[in-house]
């Protein structure tokens, strides 16, 4: 039964020539695309995908041809059109607004009330939990679980590892800076990726992306029973430098990373008039069945960026003890999913994310028409509205919000959750908003599945450090993997658990992850 509901996870390799493909990182400043979004008529130009985006700039006269009589040229400056005065003002305008905001040393979010009292309990947050490190370039970090076997164990190699020392970095107090410097910063090597197409029950496309150098081959530069390390972007879809970097250090420690890519997303090819809600693990399930499939004696381990940890929150929560991966980590993940869009990020992170998804959404005008409201889609004004657009408002099934939010809630099911979890957090987080409000405590305190590494500075998906790596966040997820994999070693061997034939006849699937109520005594 299982092998007949597999033929429809048809791998679609791109027949393009080519095994290796190179995956290009061109930064853009977030104030540029900001002040295009805020001045209307100018989006336009940063919109376009290729070619100028200002008018050109008019050929000189050569002076021994200039008519008699005629005044001498005017400077180059008057003869750009007023469009490009405009948005060359307005680039100006929100650079200066950044720099000005960077020195003030916060920005507002909208809707704060009650900060004194919410700084109160900040304070209150940050010492809670198992103080276990004060390295300098994550500053005194916290570590928030339920006592148990495994979170002593976590402690201990993570607090002894050499991994997490890094150099000072000079602005702690800035964590908009520390997240426009690993946004900006490209992937060092740039990576290479062999891209596949996955066809799902549906007859949509989801793409895999295997980061294959530039060291390895396709299929990772691990061997067979490497670890598969499956990597999954913002709910934007956007392949952020951190995340390629994080892919390329696991590729040099022997892991096979891939990037699972949604439905319309990062190239992949809209195949049907439906795109992935929030917390919807319906592709990310069939995705991973595959991903089993194809390296049955291998352990799967996800790691999620932002706001994309939602799916993998619900998917470890619907999939329970079935979900076939040994462990995960959120980078700066976003618990509460509707708290989030109703709260509303900053203009200077909302408004170029806003951005990039109209730019996404706009290629597939033609089949979503026939759902949603292009108008009022590629009209709205806030994160809020195009999530309510896309998914509520929709022709054939429309919904209200609230129900929206019942089924697509990151931790909806995460009381059956049953594969330990690393939250990677900071207390200065922009986008996510304050501990107070937006991290589950309660959650941490009691379920022996989660684990809070709570730093107070290191922004959102930042956490910069000087020296190889850029990042200390990364290598405490690989380390946070490491420790993972050498527990459940030595737990197998203390209680004797079978293990799969290396040897000797056909070889032998693992049974599923199971974890056993007796690891986290």
Known sequence: MEGLWLQGLQPLRRQAGLGHVSLPFHPVPLALLAAAHAIPGTALLFAQ???????????????????????AEAPAASMLSPEALVAAAAVLMGLGLLAWRLWAGRLEVPGDVGEEDEDDEEEEEEEEGIPFMAEE????????????????????????????????????????????????????PEPL??????????????????LVGPWGAVGGGGGVSSPVLLLIPNAAGKVTGGLLQLGLRALERGFIPVIFNRRGHNGCPLTTPRLQPFGDPGDLREAVTYLRCRHPSASLLAVSEG?????????????????????????????RGRDWFEARMP??????????????????????????????????????????????????????WESYWERNEPLRDADEAAVPVLCLCSADDPVRGPPARSLPTELFRSSPYFFLLLTPHGGHCGFPRRGPGRCWAHEAV?????????????????????RPRRWGGPPAEPPLFTWQRSYTR
């Open 49 to 71: 995908p290729r070619g100028r985006a200002f008018p050109a700039r008019p050929r000189r006269r050569s002076a021994s041809r200039r008519p008699s009589g005629l005044p």
């Open 137 to 188: 370039g994550s500053g005194h970090c916290r570590l928030l679980c339920k006592p148990s076997a495994l979170a002593q164990h976590l402690v201990r190699s993570l607090g002894r590892s050499a991994a997490l020392r890094g150099g000072r970095w000079p602005w702690p107090c800035w964590p908009q800076l520390q997240m426009l410097w690993q946004l900006l910063q490209p992937p060092e």
């Open 193 to 210: 990726v062999a891209r596949e197409l996955l066809q799902l029950s549906d007859a949509g496309l989801v793409a895999l992306d295997w």
């Open 307 to 335: 706001s994309g940890s939602g799916l993998l929150l619900a998917y470890l929560g619907e999939s329970g003890s079935s979900s076939r991966l040994a462990a995960a980590a959120c980078l700066s993940p976003i618990f």
């Open 478 to 498: 690989l380390e946070y993997f490491r420790a993972m994999a050498e527990f459940l070693r030595t737990e197998e061997r203390r209680k004797g658990l079978p």
């Open 347 to 400: 203009w200077l992170y909302e408004w170029p994310l806003l951005l990039h998804l109209k730019q996404g959404l706009s290629r597939y005008a033609g089949a979503l028409a026939e759902v949603v409201d292009m108008d009022r889609l590629l009209g709205s004004r806030s994160l809020r509205e195009l999530e309510e657009t896309l998914f509520c408002r929709t022709r054939s099934r429309p919904t209200s």
